[in-house]
């Protein structure tokens, strides 16, 4: 299979259920904003020695491929024929342990942070900014254009990055400057 497919050459992409687009689209520009998360919280990895901090980021990248699938299928097609595509309560479960186990390592915040410190974590904090960007497009979008757990998922996902940027920072040997 070839990669180029020349069936966007007129400025359109398909849907899941077939279903034709302009690129320009607000569902198109949310899932690419998740794709560009996604591909934050690679470079986020490909940068980083902290094999915990890996795994999960490891993990959540194939939940924003589930994210995105999701939202690139209007209809619902998608969600009955590929288990790999579900994001469920159980994966924002995991997140908020994920953030409370974080959480438990690092001092409380008095105060606002300054983005930035080790490049793991300053590439986290942009990561989470990325994650506010999708959340806001996913709002845009309305209430009917998705199951409600995935505003749900890329809120929490957003907190879990903050938490993520501290604790690299923190384990790095970095302080926060704090605003």
Not at 36 to 60: F, H, P, Q, T
Not at 124 to 142: F, P
């Amino acid at each position: 299979m070839k990669i180029y497919t020349r069936t966007g050459d007129r400025g359109e992409t398909g849907l899941f259920d077939g279903t034709r687009v302009p690129k320009s689209d607000a569902r198109v520009s949310t899932y690419g904003d998740v794709d560009e998360l996604n591909a934050w919280l690679g470079l986020v990895r490909s940068g980083s020695d902290d094999a915990e901090l890996g795994e999960m980021l490891e993990r959540i990248q194939r939940d924003l491929f589930a994210l995105g699938a999701r939202l690139a299928d209007p209809a619902g097609r998608i969600a009955a024929r590929v288990t790999r595509a579900a994001l469920t309560p159980g994966e924002i479960t995991r997140l908020e342990g994920w953030i409370d186990l974080l959480e438990a390592e690092l001092p409380p915040l008095s105060r606002f942070i300054l983005a930035g410190g080790s490049t793991t974590g300053a590439t986290l904090h942009v990561a989470r900014t990325v994650c506010r960007r999708a959340e806001r497009a996913m709002v845009a979008l309305g209430p009917d254009a998705f199951e409600p757990d995935l505003l749900t998922y890329i809120n929490r996902l957003s907190d879990l990055l903050f938490v993520m940027a501290r604790a690299a920072n923190r384990r790095a040997g970095v302080t926060e400057t704090e605003w």
